[in-house]
């Protein structure tokens, strides 16, 4: 039973496959593949893509998909995490996709062998379908040629799982990382750290703007947004004419993140990596639910 917790769970010739499968769904929708399998999506936090990208996945792979709202179940008669999911596990799912505000979540579940868990979003630490749909937006716009290239991460690097994942998957494919943001969303960390977001922008190939996330501060970082947008929104002034693949996961907080002129820019890669985020977990699918 193979699971997906971060992207460390996969070998590089399964990350290779994953990138291969989903060039090709993307250029050929495949037949169906899951069409006797049964899929459960769990998500404790919200989500606009990566639950309806899931589902739509499934689905187009042939796949069924339940969803159980855990705001509507019996979590609010107070059973256990744990036993939610034994609950579901006693009616045999082929995979059952969580999203949790705990870090270690997914790999708790995932110790319980009685369903293969996706992560599709843990606390800060992990969001590893994410991190591989971008990989393969980056792979893509390059032409497969993305190692020695750099990426930088801007903004709430601190409370980002979407970051923690890419840092670790665009550094095991021979990427640099550089971290661009305030004292207050910078993490603890080797990689290079710049607080100037000017600094960097003759330097790198790709920028990943990040959304300020503010449920997860305990306390009030900043207390003008109009300011940290000062400094570290993605403006056409800002990227000029400069050949800079623009990234970021969504939510876009608009004219915070990304200026509005910007979200509109050939090279502003958001729609596409929503789209490409549904051939990706499809062939995340195939490879957990069929060839693993
Ligand atoms: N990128 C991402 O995780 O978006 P959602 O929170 O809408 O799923």
Do not use: W
Not at 28 to 45: D, Q, R
Not at 106 to 132: E, F
Not at 143 to 150: F, L
Not at 197 to 214: F, G, H, P, T
């Amino acid at each position: 039973m193979q699971h997906l917790v971060d992207t460390d769970d996969f070998s590089d010739s399964q990350i290779a496959q994953l990138l291969a499968d989903t060039k090709r769904f993307k250029s050929k929708h495949p037949p169906l593949l899951l069409y006797n399998k049964l899929l459960i999506t769990l998500f404790f936090e919200p989500s606009t893509r990566t639950r309806s990208s899931f589902e739509v996945a499934a689905k187009r792979l042939g796949a069924a998909v339940v969803h159980l709202d855990p705001s509507r179940s019996s979590a609010k008669k107070g059973e256990s995490l744990e036993d939610t999911f034994a609950n579901l596990c006693a009616m045999e799912p082929d995979g059952i996709i969580v999203r949790h505000s705990k870090n270690d979540t997914p790999k708790l579940l995932a110790k319980m062998h009685t369903s293969p868990v996706i992560n599709a979003g843990a606390g800060n630490y992990a969001h590893p379908t994410q991190a591989l749909l971008d990989l393969f937006t980056i792979a893509e716009h390059f032409d497969g040629d993305i190692k020695g290239k750099t990426i930088a991460i801007v903004g709430d690097i601190v409370s980002s799982r979407v970051a923690n994942s890419a840092i670790r998957l665009m550094t095991r494919m021979g990427m640099h990382v550089l971290l661009v943001a305030p004292e207050q969303f910078m993490p603890h960390s080797n990689l290079p750290q710049y607080r100037n977001l000017d600094d960097i922008m003759d330097k790198v190939d790709i920028i990943m703007s990040l959304r300020a996330q503010l449920e997860r501060h305990e306390t009030e970082l900043f207390e003008d947004y109009d300011d940290y947008a000062r400094q570290y929104c993605i403006t056409k002034e800002r990227m000029h004419n400069r050949d800079i693949l623009l990234l970021h996961p969504g939510p876009v907080m608009r004219n915070i993140d990304i200026s509005d002129a910007m979200l509109e820019d050939p090279r502003c890669k958001v729609l596409a990596q929503v789209k490409n985020g549904v051939f990706m977990r499809m062939a995340i699918l195939k490879l957990l639910l069929l060839d693993a």
